[in-house]
């Protein structure tokens, strides 16, 4: 099955050719398999159609052993010079490239070449807050790739479709390859392999001398505890109680390795008023529901949760910066900031027919004195659509399918 063929993913091709030819390292960061070797070989494509020359493209894949020695960055470099034999354009696609050791060192040396447009992706956060933010400053853009929107997904699918059918798969998982799949033993099989992709050569190696047990018994904890308040310290606690003695600097440094292989995000809390971030107390969300339903087939009940994680992915694709919102005694489930400083409220509930439900899921964004927009997002197709004093209520489908 080829992923190339399941769905156009114009944003982040769009972010491609708005920085071409441009001075400037493009990056796209993302957990694994959500599809930016895909992303990077459509936009080749492009770049082809548009006339440029297949041998003013090097494309390397750090992950595609036959270019393994190339992981050497003395190797790497002298390759990458014996292809450029002209002053035209070259176009530089370099994939996966934390697998190569000091790869910053090369990326500088290519960046500084008056024909050389570069393109990297990389598969964790230490790669890109450590050694790429440290060595490049100022010298690169970057866009995350996620696995598949809720409208990336309905794009790639029947249009006669029932769109409740088609949400009710997507919760299953939006990696690009499971898009088509209709067996339920491949899709389980499928995220098995990332899972066990990202674990061992993601978090167990940056954590050091992890124990891939104890690590799976922290993300489950995490998985148990999406959209609830949490730290370092209640996660130890967890654990304890189930006989698992850690100190709580080693779990510090474990989380820290999951969150890094981007398999979770941790999501600070806001103080609405005094537009500043508060120290403790975050919460954390997966990258994608399938890990979820992986690790715990028994929790599927909790749709509550499982609404508010996908909520939290997709202002992730709109908003510069995501927060859990804090208004004196009320939280607001999520504050969404642009680059430019703009703010969006969402509260979300699985349906406020309940008047009960509804007055307090309204409390928080009453609470809070400022004009920026304030969103209620349910579930509800009864009164899909309301608008109690400013705060408009949506249907979370409506919502992740409109365009932005």
């Known amino acids: 099955m080829n992923e190339k063929t399941f769905v156009h993913r114009p944003r982040y091709l769009q972010f491609l050719e708005r920085h071409k030819n441009k001075h400037i390292i493009k990056v796209m960061s993302g957990v694994r398999r959500a599809g930016k070797s895909v992303i990077f070989e459509l936009f080749r494509e492009q770049i082809r159609a548009e006339g440029t020359d297949t041998s003013h493209i090097i494309d390397i894949n750090f992950e595609n052993l036959t270019y393994y020695e190339l992981r050497d960055m003395l190797k790497l470099n002298a390759y990458i010079e014996s292809q450029i034999t002209d002053d035209s354009m070259y176009y530089i696609f370099l994939d996966e490239i934390q697998h190569v050791r000091n790869f910053e060192l090369v990326v500088d040396s290519l960046f500084i070449k008056p024909n050389v447009d570069l393109y990297i992706t990389g598969s964790n956060a230490y790669f890109m807050s450590g050694d790429l933010a440290t060595n490049l400053t100022g010298r690169y853009v970057e866009m995350e790739v996620l696995p598949l929107s809720f409208a990336e997904y309905v794009s790639g699918q029947d249009s006669a479709q029932d769109v409740s059918v088609l949400f009710n798969e997507y919760l299953l998982s939006g990696f690009p390859y499971l898009l088509h799949t209709q067996d339920d033993a491949e899709r389980i099989e499928y995220l098995q392999g990332i899972y066990n992709t990202v674990l061992l050569n993601d978090v167990v190696s940056r954590a050091g001398d992890a124990q891939p047990e104890l690590l799976e018994r922290i993300i489950r904890t995490l998985l148990s505890s999406i ?3 949490i730290s370092v310290s209640k996660i130890r606690n967890t654990l304890e109680s189930q006989g698992e003695k850690i100190s709580r600097n080693a779990l510090g440094k474990y989380v820290d390795a999951l969150t890094d292989s981007l398999l979770f995000y941790v999501t600070p809390r806001y103080d609405v008023k005094g537009r500043n971030l508060l120290q403790r107390l975050e919460k954390y969300y997966t990258v994608d529901l399938g890990m979820r339903r992986l690790l715990l087939p028994d929790h599927q009940e909790d749709f509550g949760h499982m609404l508010e994680n996908l909520v939290y992915l997709e202002l992730r694709r709109r908003f510069a910066h995501v927060y859990v919102g804090n208004v ?68 979370v489908m409506d919502w992740l399918l409109e365009a932005h």
């Open 227 to 229: 959209g609830s308040v």
């Open 328 to 395: 004196g005694k009320y939280e607001v489930d999520f504050v969404g900031i642009t680059a430019t400083g703009e703010c969006e409220y969402y509260q979300v509930s699985e349906t406020t027919l309940a008047k009960e439900t509804l007055e307090r899921e309204l409390r928080p964004l009453q609470a809070i004195q400022d004009q920026y927009p304030k969103y209620l997002l349910t579930m509800d197709t009864v009164m899909r659509t309301a608008n109690y004093e400013g705060i408009r209520k949506l249907n």
